[in-house]
Structures are given as C-alpha cells and as structure tokens.
C-alpha cells in the first residue's frame, strides 16, 4: 500500500497543474518554453507517480521527460526545432493518460475525501491543458495556420481555446480552419462532458463531509 504522502499528493499535483498553466501564460521567450517543457513534463511524472500509474506509463513518463530536457537544451540553441513540438505532443498524450490513470486510483478509494477531490479536479485540468498543449503542437506542425485568417494561436490562446471547448461554453472568437484541429476539438468537448457527467459528478454524489450528515434519529 502507497504511504500516505503519496496518497495525499493530490493538493501537490494540482497545484503543480496551476503553475502550470500560468508559466504557460507567460512563455514568449525560448527560454520560458524550455522551462514550460520540463515543467510540464515533471507535473505529469509526479501525476502518475502519486496515482499509481503502471509501471510502463512511469517509464514512458520517465522517457518523455528525458526527451524534454534534450529538447529543453535544444529549443536554446535552435529556433523553431521540430523537436519542442513532437516533445510537446509526446507530453500532451502523456497529459491526457494520466487522468484515466488518477481516476482509477481515486475508485481504489474506500470512501471520498478532500485528497479525492483534489484528484478529480486534477484530473479534469489535466484533460484541458492536455488539449491545450496538443492545438499548439497541431499549430506548429502543420503546414497552414490552425485558426485560418486569425493564423496561429500563441499558446495562451490555445489553452483558453482549449478550456472554453471543453465546457462547451464556445464563444466562437476562435475557430479551427481544419482538421485534425475541427477533430480534436469535438474529442476534448466530448471528453470534458463524459468525465464531468461520470467521474466528477459521482465524486460529488458520494461527497459526505461530517458537517453535511444528517442527524441519527
């Protein structure tokens, strides 16, 4: 049985998630993407690790992060190297395994507590960032811009492109040209309503806290 640091690593996986995604904000400079990369990755090994994960995704995650850090190097060196962008991609499929992997840890659970919710809401912006960083790889892979007249998104926009997609809030203001960006997106709204209308909502369901029991009669 995992220790209990382990099991109640959830407030550290989210609030790595978080930090995340505000370095995501802020990486304009080659330097701050290198950093985002290995950040990224890090959150994702430290996801599967408090989850349990099986250890062939422990060591993909292992292998990514290695690549990240030679890509990290790389992006310092070389502009626009093809290799940010497949790692990018490796680390966006690694993002959007984990919860699948978090969510099976959390149905181990004997009952639900803070740590579960803290899972599941790990979980659940883990599936955005994941579609967030994959329409930055998609826009930096494919030949034409990835929301046609308004060109690429930088990767602000395509995290906020991504979490407005996946709670189908859809705005509009931006709209992918073509495929596999149109795909995707119908994947990650789907995705987002399927995990909120069973993983979340039962996490929620089963949610007793001592305050909220009622009185034995």
């Given at each position: 049985m995992r220790s209990d640091r382990l099991r109640g690593g959830y407030g550290l996986v989210l609030g790595m998630i978080i930090g995340t995604y505000v370095l995501a904000l802020l990486a304009e400079s080659r330097s701050m993407v290198a950093l985002l990369l290995f950040v990224q990755t890090l959150t994702v090994w430290q996801a599967l690790r408090v989850s349990g994960a099986r250890i062939g995704m422990r060591l993909a995650a292992a292998g990514v992060f290695?690549?990240?850090?030679?890509a990290a190097g790389v992006n310092l060196l070389v502009q626009d190297s093809p290799l940010v962008g497949y790692t990018f991609l490796a680390a966006s499929a690694l993002y959007l395994l984990a919860p699948f992997s978090i969510v099976r840890d959390?149905?181990?659970h004997g009952g639900v507590d803070v740590q579960t919710m803290l899972g599941a809401l790990a979980a659940y912006l883990l599936i955005g960032m994941a579609f967030g960083f994959g329409y930055e790889c998609v826009a930096a892979l494919q030949p034409g811009p990835l929301f046609g007249e308004d060109g690429d998104p930088r990767l602000s926009q395509a995290l906020f492109f991504s979490f407005v997609t996946m709670t189908t809030t859809g705005y509009g203001d931006m709209v992918p040209a073509t495929n596999p960006a149109q795909s995707l997106a119908v994947l990650e709204a789907l995705i987002g309503q399927?995990?909120?209308v069973t993983a979340v909502a039962k996490v929620v369901e089963n949610?007793?806290?001592r305050a909220w029991k009622e009185t034995p009669r």
């Open positions: 290695a690549l990240a850090l030679v959390l149905g181990r399927l995990f909120l949610w007793r806290p």
